[in-house]
DNA sequence: CGTCCCATCACCCTCTTGGTGGATCACCAG
DNA sequence: CTGGTGATCCACCAAGAGGGTGATGGGACG
């Protein structure tokens, strides 16, 4: 038996979810909650195996919630339901290590086989929410990272030893130490790499070279 | 209607997906492929909307068939099928832009909703997929943000706007133009944020404000 | 062998940065 | 009301960074 607490603002939504999920036997909602303090203390009282949380309630929000739930009672999945996919929220969610993010808008059979799936200690993301981790994931870092580490093709390798020292927000003389070599030398060589890349200033270069991955800290 | 390519290696895993898939109407198998090679031919050749592969395959591999078809045939959606849900194929499949990443040893049901999903443009991740890349997601990227945001609750808000404009890269003038304030007090802003943080140069700032997300583009 | 590119260094000049002290204003507690 | 605190603002000065030019030596390549 998967034991839940429901956590939403509106009665409407709750029993709406109530009616989906307890058409799955195996599912029970062992108490609900108006607010995002009152789920906290519900969900502790009555330490279910899920706690699905409605992101926008008053007073404490699901997100806040969440975190508060994870720091005292990790054992307990976090499930997020929301109407909105705003990627602010699904990265903050993911953040607190959420198990599931569920729009409202879904189909009631994936409500019960998210809560489900969560049940079994795996996640789940509703398809429009898992798109936007995928393109945050790949997209987002990827594709940028793919075109800086073409615009650095264009460098000798000394200059992306500089590179990635300056990068990581050290001075020209500090480099020139680390390298063995004279202040003079660094400063051509960072001369260098601003002509070929066409920046300004080394603090562009260090987000090139950051966004490209040549720093690992 | 959904058109459909399928590709594994395995005759009675082809059967198997394609006896499930056709239970649903809005369905359709248009052909299938038994290595990857193949899988790529027949998909350039019939244009379905998406690709279903399997990551273990002769000749070519799942993966490398779908680098080939994003790069040949972006419109089409990629959907990897397989057994493991190692964390290799995980990152290396999402980085691809696959739109889904199914466990053969889902739920029917599970297929049939990730080809849906995956249809109306969303993407869709077995709960165990989910589970690695929010690990991934959060563990990896996020801790950094986290702690890089903390440090800069520290900074006043005008501190704030002159660290995300450090971060990307303007100097001291640009930012007093963009701000309306003379050169002398964005300097003293800057030295205020280096001394807060206890770093040493702008470029660390700005290394610092790209961590925490400050920096958009 | 000559040519090209890389890496190294030096010198000079200008502009940018970073550090410090100080002014004004708002807010809050005694 | 008053003193303290912090945010915002500004000016001055020393140090660092940016940019130009030129020069040396060493590989690579035709």
Redesign the interface.
Known sequence: MIRLVLADDEAMIRAGVRSILTTDPEIEVVAEAADGREAVDVVLANRPDIALLDIRMPRLDGLAAAEQLRATAPEIAVVMLTTFDEDEYV?RA???????FLLKAA?P??LI?GVR??A?????????I??K??V????G??SRQETARKELAALTPRELDVLSL????R?NQDIARELFVSEGTVKSHVSAILLRLR??????A??LA?EAGL?DS
């Open positions: 990265a993911l953040a607190t290590g959420a198990a599931g189909d059979r994936e086989m799936a969560v079994d200690g795996a996640a789940y993301l509703s398809p429009r898992a798109q981790v995928i945050q994931f790949s997209g870092r990827m300056v990068g990581r927000g001075s920046l300004n200033n080394r603090v562009q260090a987000i950051y720093i």
